[in-house]
């Protein structure tokens, strides 16, 4: 069974149809591709698994469960997370207090909690977890830095860190490369290894196709919100249809 499964996927917008009758599956523990051409309905169709939008026909299903319609918050703490485009950050705070934010499904706490003290665990469990994640992405000694003043590399890697800081099984990554030149590139791809060889698929929307070809396991391709074609990064860079639509030729 895929840890997450696309059965017939449609979403509308009026008479605009974004996604199309789309199937596919992301096995857990691989990093899966997806591209497209602008307007193929990607960004959508991480809406619809992610919770944002409601898809108007079909079924998802994420470790066996159906999640179709789910508010995102209910989505999130069974682990599915995503990222977006631009960096969701809280600039005016420091790293540390970035993470922290990135921890609340963890920290839950309520009145009672409060009463009790049981919120006090909740918050240490918290700031170790923080601390944990930061060591883990190599941005321990930025924790008392504000985001601002993080280089764009390191404000992605951020974002990732926020992201892995509330344990999801299934990170949805919007992008992760935008606007990075060739070495944070590279810097980054290593940061997507480390965090799938640690348990966590990965799925991701991404333009830059020699950051795709590097790192992805396999890549689904869409085109005018319709499947075009799945396969290997070598398939897909071979396939007619996709050179014709998407990757043009040399």
Same mark, same amino acid.
């Given at each position: 069974m895929a840890l997450l499964e696309l059965d017939r996927v449609?979403?509308?917008f009026g008479g605009l149809t974004a996604v199309r009758d789309l199937t596919f599956g992301v096995e857990e523990g691989?990093?899966?591709?997806l591209i497209g051409p602008n307007g193929a309905g990607k960004t959508t169709t991480f809406n619809v698994i992610s919770g944002f939008y409601r898809p108007n026909a079909g079924t998802i299903r994420y470790r066996g469960r159906t999640i179709s319609g789910l508010k995102t918050s209910r989505i999130a703490e069974d682990g599915l997370v995503r990222t977006f485009q631009s960096t969701t950050l809280f600039h005016e705070l420091?790293?540390?207090?970035?993470?922290l934010v990135g921890c609340h499904l963890r920290a839950r706490s309520g009145l009672?909690?409060?009463? %009790?003290?049981? @919120?006090?665990a909740r918050r240490r469990?918290?700031?170790e977890r923080a601390i944990e994640v930061l &060591?883990?992405?190599?941005?321990?000694?930025?924790? @008392? /830095?504000? *985001?601002?003043?993080?280089?764009h590399g390191l404000q992605r890697a951020l974002g990732l860190a926020v992201a892995l800081a509330s344990g999801p099984k299934l990170l949805l990554l919007d992008e992760?490369?935008?606007?990075?030149?060739? $070495?944070?590139?590279?810097?980054?791809?290593? %940061? !997507?290894?480390?965090?799938? &060889? /640690?348990?966590?698929? +990965? %799925?991701? !929307?991404? #333009? @830059?196709?020699?950051? +795709?070809?590097?790192?992805? @396991?396999?890549?689904?391709?869409?085109n005018f919100g319709e499947l075009l074609a $799945?396969?290997?990064?070598? $398939?897909?860079? *071979? #396939?007619? /249809?996709? !050179?014709?639509?998407? %990757?043009?030729?040399?």
């Open positions: 449609s979403k509308r691989e990093i899966r591709g420091t790293v540390f207090e970035n993470m009672f909690a409060a009463i %009790l003290g049981a @919120d006090r469990a918290a700031e &060591d883990f992405m190599g941005l321990a000694q930025r924790r @008392d /830095e504000l *985001a601002f003043n993080l280089p992760p490369f935008a606007g990075m030149n060739p $070495e944070e590139t590279r810097g980054m791809m290593r %940061l !997507v290894r480390k965090v799938r &060889d /640690e348990g966590v698929t +990965v %799925l991701l !929307v991404e #333009h @830059d196709m020699q950051a +795709v070809m590097g790192l992805c @396991d396999r890549i689904t391709v869409l $799945e396969g290997s990064p070598q $398939e897909i860079r *071979a #396939h007619p /249809e996709v !050179v014709r639509a998407y %990757l043009g030729t040399a």
